[in-house]
């Protein structure tokens, strides 16, 4: 259990005496916070009377509570030097290194240190290898130097770009008698001790030299301090909350109607779980999830909108108060009923991903959409009830939004009697579509006249520049589009400033002697059924612990393999550039029969091995010497992740299953996916070979095995291609749902169109963003087809419903009926998203920002492109486009005439005609709107 440091000068060399100072002298401190001596590790190996400080330099041997010293920490400071007869335990060492002490006691202050520049230097020519061999005292007096060092320091390099400190502790504490005391307590302590004593002590201290600069991490330290982050970020979830719930009261003029509203949308939570949970039988749920939160508060306020604006309006048409709710039940729950259906499509489309947390965040967002719109239409009628009989007086703001909407209203007064005089058709007009607008409704707020008169003109009159200008976009954006790729880096959960993240990404990059934690690590196994290891039948994607049952190689043997899988890992282990291997010493596998060889051949000779090895193996002493072998308490330490065996019959008995053998690349993960690809052919055809020669040729039946490494690649070429497959299958699903809706293919393909071009313009900024698809950019592009459906499928609904024929009158009633509604619901879902830009947590601001994205670029496409597209001649006419209207009518022409009819019987003149031709005038008459009282 460590404390680790690492620091970083700002330039040049670190290895100078200033910085060397400023990193003892912080060291020093760090030693001297309270609680170090009862957390710190003990050093065993020293007596067990105390040690006393005297003749060392203070502070670099302390004494714990029970009297034992605490081990030297890990650090260049006191990097040992073996010319000076010092011991090359890092543990152990007397506190000489790089900084010197020239006085006899061997007591400097920091001030009097010299740097031993020599010292450097010789480290650098002794030491030639990156990753020597620790076996000797050479080679671990090497290791210990340079492992603290970065990657690139060597002869001919001897300028350090980081270097790096460990400070040790361990257990047992005080209060446990032993390590296996309850060590979960003493492991939760212990990181306790770390996080409030040295977290924010170390964030807020620096050193004194400016010229440097330190991160930190250690036991314990990120997972703490990253639920602190996220019990942080919670605090945005509410504002969201409360943003909502303040503008839907103040659009509503009422608090009743506000707080039913918002605990309408979270009890949404409860029967959706219970769906998710019991229905689908999902297990998993993750903080991804949750952020449906965000998703549904937009789109229930939508919900709850659609519903009071139909509400308001049905004041109008009836008295009653059951007759005006049965009117808003009928027209309102039809339209969420539309867009409710096209937004759970789109999600759950993306249920069916490989991928389980995109496929539980989709399917979990459309349960909630789903119980959502239920409520909406069970719950919310008594809501408005209630509010109609006893709340209607209590305004929000002493009424202080309507006051607002009536002094609007009065400031339009000239403006209405300018577009009264517009209303009016000359009779001889030869652009008379375009003022054909004949039917006005009874009454409608201040907001609806505007959209329905002056905005409506304006999108008329410029419907041809519109859609050109669109073009335009569209054809920018999916070129930017078309340059999407997958994100080769590792996810990043903090900002790249953040000392944790930074951290992170600084460990890899500096120390990485024998392969960088970031390198392709080719694992390969022997054991297994080559073409079909695992039976994941009946598995649970979600859960990471139930990976399946493993399918074993019955022919396996171990004895007959042992050569093949010797030859292989020496193969592997040779420096190849075609193969990006590094060679050994500085790359060398983890292959355990090297040193089970080894070990036969000093113990019983170089002739046994053939003995027990190859086709003709004498299996009985083979396992009988790997046994012996494997009782050394080192060698099982060291080798038993690479060796496994099941226990059979009665008595039990070893069966040994499968081995393994590592090596890590020269290359990293960040490589491209198509190069990454190549590469792996190349080791996929690097096994087929060995498998053609000897020693492999002759045991192949007996030693099939094959390597795994590069899932990550086929990981990133899936995420992108289930990422555009998940789009388009939502559209697909989308169209074919407003078909059904609006019955009309015309107004349906167009929404579609509009939804295309959303969701194209997202993806196209998130290029221009410079963002990478990633797991967290897929789970965002989840829910752009289902946020980008809701405002185009209303429009699309109000379109259809209008009373009018020509074209210009419907984008009018659309936009007068419907626009309001659509800008109330983006309003709430945009203010709920811009809180999401503030969290410390990446994955939080990049979902409030597609968030944001697309339902700005949803309501600025839904109300200027998609009305300039049918008010031109495009947009369809009475009932062209309207497939429900002419499948009544061809049924009507079928029916069988009567077989008798009275001759004699004189049609009126007026009689109605059936209307059975493609020549008829089918134009549905205007029916215009009852007068009120």
């Known amino acids: 259990m460590t404390l680790e440091l690492i620091y970083l000068p700002k330039y040049g060399d670190v290895l100078e005496l200033n910085i060397l100072k400023s990193i003892f002298e912080l060291e020093q401190r760090i030693m001297q916070r309270t609680g170090y001596d009862q957390h710190c590790k003990i050093d065993y190996s020293a007596e067990d009377v105390a040690v006393q400080d005297s003749g060392d330099v203070e502070g670099t041997k302390r004494i714990n509570a029970e009297g034992r010293p605490c081990a030297v920490h890990s650090t260049i400071v006191w990097a040992c030097d073996p010319s000076k007869g010092h011991s090359c335990d890092q543990l152990l060492s007397d506190p000489v290194g790089l900084l010197n002490c020239p006085k006899a006691n061997a007591v400097c202050s920091p001030d009097e240190f010299l740097f031993d520049n020599a010292f450097k230097v010789n480290k650098a020519t002794m030491y030639s290898e990156s990753r020597p061999n620790q076996d000797t005292a050479d080679g671990l007096q090497s290791w210990n130097f340079l492992r603290l060092v970065d990657s690139a320091f060597a002869p001919g390099n001897v300028v350090a770009a980081a270097v790096r400190t460990e400070f040790w502790f361990g257990v047992p504490l005080a209060g446990y008698p032993t390590v296996n005391d309850d060590p979960d307590s003493q492991s939760e302590d212990l990181t306790d001790f770390l996080y409030d004593t040295y977290s924010d002590w170390l964030l807020e201290n620096q050193l004194t030299n400016p010229e440097v600069e330190y991160v930190f991490n250690g036991h314990g330290l990120f997972s703490r301090y990253l639920d602190d982050v996220l019990a942080g970020d919670a605090v945005f979830a509410v504002m969201s909350m409360i943003f909502v719930l303040i503008y839907i009261a103040f659009m509503t003029n009422s608090w009743w109607l506000s707080f039913m509203g918002i605990g309408q949308i979270i009890m949404s939570f409860g029967p959706a779980y219970f769906i998710y949970y019991l229905v689908f039988q999902q297990r998993f749920f993750g903080v991804f999830n949750m952020l449906s939160i965000f998703i549904i508060l937009g789109i229930g306020a939508d919900d709850i909108f659609v519903f009071l604006d139909t509400w308001d309006s049905s004041q109008f048409k009836f008295k009653a108060p059951w007759k005006r709710m049965a009117y808003t039940w009928r027209h309102a729950g039809k339209a969420m009923l539309m867009t409710s259906l096209t937004t759970m499509i789109s999600f759950i489309s993306n249920a069916n991903s490989s991928f389980p947390a995109i496929q539980t965040f989709g399917l979990f967002a459309a349960m909630l959409v789903l119980v959502n719109y239920c409520a909406v239409m069970i719950y919310f009628p008594s809501v408005v009830f209630i509010y109609n009989s006893y709340f209607e007086e209590w305004k929000f703001c002493f009424g202080g939004p309507a006051k607002l909407s009536e002094l609007f209203h009065k400031g339009m007064k000239l403006a209405e009697m300018q577009i009264a005089k517009d209303d009016l058709v000359p009779k001889e007009d030869p652009d008379a579509e375009e003022q054909a607008y004949l039917v006005k409704e009874p009454s409608e707020g201040a907001v609806n006249h505007w959209f329905r008169h002056s905005y409506g003109n304006c999108v008329i009159s410029a419907k041809v520049f519109t859609l050109f200008a669109f073009a335009a976009l569209i054809g920018a954006m999916a070129s930017q589009a078309a340059r999407l790729e997958s994100d080769p880096e590792p996810v990043k959960i903090l900002p790249s400033e953040n000392n944790y993240q930074k951290f992170m990404d600084k460990k890899p990059d500096y120390f990485a002697r024998g392969g960088s934690v970031d390198a392709i690590e080719i694992v390969f196994a022997w054991g297994f059924n080559i073409y079909d290891p695992i039976d994941r039948s009946g598995t649970i994607s979600t859960d990471v612990d139930d990976r399946g049952v493993p399918r074993y190689d019955p022919n396996f043997n171990l004895a007959k393999a042992s050569r093949c899988i010797y030859s292989i890992c020496e193969a592997a282990q040779e420096k190849s550039d075609f193969l990006k291997t590094g060679g050994y010493p500085d790359f060398p596998i983890d292959c355990f029969l090297f040193d089970f060889k080894k070990w036969v051949d000093a113990n019983h000779g170089p002739t046994t ?266 947009g369809p006419n009475g009932n062209i486009g309207n497939w429900w209207y002419f499948t009544k009518q061809h049924i009507k022409c079928l029916r069988p005439k009567e077989d008798e009819k009275d001759k004699n019987e004189v049609e009126p003149k007026d009689a109605e005609k059936e209307d059975c031709g493609p020549d008829q005038d089918v134009e549905m008459e205007v029916k215009k709107p009852k007068e009120t009282a």
Request: glycine share 6%; charged share 20%.
């Open 609 to 874: 091995w053939d003995e027990i090895t190859g086709i003709n193996a004498d299996a009985v002493k083979y396992e009988d010497l790997l046994t012996s072998w494997g009782n050394d308490p080192d060698v099982l330490s060291e080798w038993k992740p690479f060796i496994y065996a099941e226990e059979v019959g009665t008595p039990p008995v070893a069966d040994l299953r499968f081995v393994i053998a590592e090596l890590k690349l020269t290359v990293t993960e960040t490589i491209d996916n198509d190069e990454g690809e190549e590469l792996w052919n190349r080791w996929e055809a690097f096994m087929q070979e060995q498998y053609t020669k000897s020693p492999c040729l002759e045991v192949e039946e007996f030693a099939k095995g094959f390597q795994s490494s590069f899932d990550f690649i086929f990981v990133r070429k899936i995420l992108v291609e289930e990422a555009f497959e998940g789009i388009m299958l939502s559209l697909v699903l989308a169209f074919v749902i407003l078909v059904l809706a609006t019955t009309n293919v015309l107004v349906a393909l167009y929404a579609a169109i509009t939804i295309l071009c959303i969701v194209v313009c997202t993806v196209g900024t998130i290029v221009l963003l410079g963002w990478k698809l990633g797991v967290l950019e897929s789970i965002g592009l989840v829910m752009v087809p289902g946020l980008s459906v809701d405002f185009v499928a209303h429009l699309a609904e109000g379109y259809v419903e209008s009373h009018q024929t020509e074209r210009i009158g419907r984008v009018r009633d659309m936009l007068g009926r419907v626009a309001i509604s659509v800008v109330s619901g983006a309003i709430s879902t945009l203010g709920a998203s811009i809180f999401l830009f503030l969290p410390t947590i990446i994955f939080f601001n990049k979902f409030g920002i597609m968030m944001f994205m697309t339902i700005g670029f949803s309501l600025f496409w839904a109300l200027v492109f998609f009305p300039a597209i049918l008010a031109s001649p495009l």
